[in-house]
């Protein structure tokens, strides 16, 4: 069985973390550098950075604070915001990312993927596709944060960009966002069938249940979230355990044990759980060592 990553997606507005509510609302979480480390300790396997700021006011994504989160992420980081010009994914991947994230000037110039792949490689570019229910049927691509429809199906422009060169798919259920009732699966397979280069999805996971139920049922190749990672304590690492029990292998990065807890769905141990003994090393992060 293939080995799934675990993501978080973390979103930037004004400086700061937030936690984000249909796309339209946005309560402050953290500043970013705290985000990472506490995403990094706790065995994340991967971290989305968004600046939704920077698409509004003609800039990108700050190298300055790439590089400030990098020095704390031992992780594969892909940032976005703003990102419309080769300039800008150079200078985020000097600063310490891996990836770009491009998302609405795909439909303002869809050569700048082709462009991009050829000086960057596949694998550094990622496409963010935010996605809803239209009003005609069926799902509908917005682009300026889910401002402005499309008219394009997701299916559809996931493979276009596949086709012209992208690496991976991030798709955002926009009508789940904040929602914690799971992720769109129906969205989910219609764009995933489509391609075969990995597809991450986010939207709606309010429970380590949600995330396992998208490894079992649908053809995903990571899994996202953003709020439920704020504010549930230990969650990455109670939810590898809770996915890991239903059969859904992860990769383990720090040498966290919780075998020997019954987590519940909420990613919290349930209280017949055997406490650690005070002697064991509960944290020990051995990425990044030489």
């Given at each position: 069985?293939?080995?799934?990553?675990?993501?978080?997606?973390?979103?930037?507005?004004?400086?700061?973390?937030?936690?984000?509510?249909?796309?339209?609302?946005?309560?402050?979480?953290?500043?970013?550098?705290?985000?990472?480390?506490?995403?990094?300790?706790?065995?994340?396997?991967?971290?989305?950075?968004?600046?939704?700021?920077?698409?509004?006011?003609?800039?990108?994504?700050?190298?300055?604070?790439?590089?400030?989160?990098?020095?704390?992420?031992?992780?594969?980081?892909?940032?976005?915001?703003?990102?419309?010009?080769?300039?800008?994914?150079?200078?985020?991947?000097r600063?310490?990312?891996e990836?770009?994230?491009?998302?609405?000037?795909?439909?303002?110039?869809?050569?700048?993927?082709?462009?991009?792949?050829?000086?960057?490689?596949?694998?550094?570019?990622?496409?963010?596709?935010?996605?809803?229910?239209?009003?005609?049927?069926?799902?509908?691509?917005?682009?300026?944060?889910?401002?402005?429809?499309?008219?394009?199906?997701?299916?559809?422009?996931?493979?276009?960009?596949q086709?012209?060169?992208?690496?991976?798919?991030?798709?955002?259920?926009?009508?789940?966002?904040?929602?914690k009732?799971?992720?769109?699966?129906?969205?989910?397979?219609?764009?995933?069938?489509?391609?075969?280069?990995?597809?991450?999805?986010?939207?709606?996971?309010?429970?380590?249940?949600?995330?396992?139920?998208?490894?079992?049922?649908?053809?995903?190749?990571?899994?996202?979230?953003?709020?439920?990672?704020?504010?549930?304590?230990?969650?990455?690492?109670?939810?590898?355990?809770?996915i890991?029990?239903?059969?859904?292998?992860?990769?383990?990065?720090?040498?966290?044990?919780?075998?020997?807890?019954?987590?519940?769905?909420?990613?919290?141990?349930?209280?017949?759980?055997?406490?650690?003994?005070?002697d064991?090393?509960?944290?020990?992060?051995?990425?990044?060592?030489?």
């Amino acid at each position: 069985m293939p080995i799934r990553r675990v993501v978080a997606s973390l979103i930037l507005k004004d400086g700061w973390i937030v936690q984000s509510l249909g796309f339209e609302r946005y309560l402050p979480v953290s500043r970013a550098e705290v985000a990472v480390d506490y995403l990094n300790r706790w065995d994340i396997d991967e971290i989305v950075l968004l600046d939704i700021s920077a698409r509004g006011n003609g800039t990108h994504i700050s190298g300055d604070l790439v590089e400030r989160v990098s020095t704390k992420c031992f992780v594969p980081l892909a940032v976005g915001g703003g990102i419309k010009d080769i300039n800008a994914i150079a200078e985020v991947i000097r600063r310490g990312a891996e990836k770009a994230v491009i998302n609405t000037h795909v439909f303002d110039d869809p050569g700048f993927v082709e462009q991009a792949a050829d000086v960057f490689g596949s694998q550094c570019i990622v496409i963010s596709i935010d996605a809803k229910p239209g009003v005609s049927g069926g799902y509908e691509v917005f682009a300026d944060g889910g401002a402005r429809a499309t008219g394009r199906d997701p299916a559809d422009l996931a493979h276009e960009m596949q086709e012209r060169g992208a690496g991976e798919i991030f798709l955002n259920a926009i009508h789940r966002d904040g929602s914690k009732q799971g992720y769109d699966a129906e969205l989910i397979q219609r764009v995933a069938s489509r391609v075969h280069i990995p597809v991450i999805v986010c939207g709606g996971v309010g429970t380590s249940e949600h995330i396992a139920d998208g490894m079992k049922g649908t053809s995903a190749d990571a899994f996202a979230a953003g709020n439920f990672f704020h504010f549930t304590e230990h969650s990455v690492t109670h939810t590898k355990a809770f996915i890991g029990a239903h059969g859904s292998p992860t990769r383990h990065g720090v040498d966290i044990n919780y075998d020997h807890v019954d987590a519940d769905q909420m990613a919290r141990p349930r209280k017949n759980a055997r406490p650690f003994r005070q002697d064991e090393d509960l944290l020990t992060d051995t990425r990044g060592a030489e």
